[in-house]
């Protein structure tokens, strides 16, 4: 079958090339342990950690936008007592990670999140919140912030 063939190599070099660029697919990090709900959406250079892929969970309808970072090790500790230190980070449902981001090991966030672009997530952020910051913190509810958008928007 054509069809099937030129999808098949345009997935190959698809991989080919994000492999060069020091990323690896989705489905081979889930083949690795990584857990992922329906509807993902991994943008242009997300990184999820490969080497303790099998750490991460990842909900339902979650997108993660371009260049954000989820870590679930810290090296910081192999030079001086030997060995990495490593933890889970779990995302639940309905959440955005914005561009940029940075999710440290041992972190979960909730469900109905949004996590501004930029942020430095490095301790737990609960359902229903909006994090910004550097490091991140809750600054809101996600009612609040949408109750926002929309009344700014006129939607």
Aim: aromatic letters at 6%; one cysteine or more; charged letters at 20%.
């Amino acid at each position: 079958n054509p069809k099937f063939r030129k999808k098949m190599i345009v997935k190959f070099l698809r991989n080919a090339l994000n492999r060069l660029r020091g990323e690896v697919s989705t489905e081979w990090l889930a083949a690795r342990g990584m857990k992922v709900g329906k509807n993902f959406a991994r943008q242009t250079g997300v990184i999820l950690d490969p080497h303790h892929c099998e750490l991460i969970t990842i909900g339902d309808d979650v997108t993660i936008a371009p260049r954000a970072y989820i870590l679930c090790h810290d090296a910081s500790t192999q030079i001086f007592l030997g060995r990495t230190k490593t933890a889970p980070v779990t995302i639940g449902d309905r959440v955005f990670i914005g561009a940029g981001a940075m999710i440290m090991p041992g972190v979960t966030i909730g469900s109905d999140v949004v996590i501004g672009a930029g942020s430095l997530v490095t301790k737990s952020i609960p359902s229903n919140s909006l994090a910004v910051g550097h490091p991140a913190r809750v600054v809101g509810t996600l009612d609040q912030y949408l109750k926002k958008c929309k009344e700014q928007n006129n939607w």
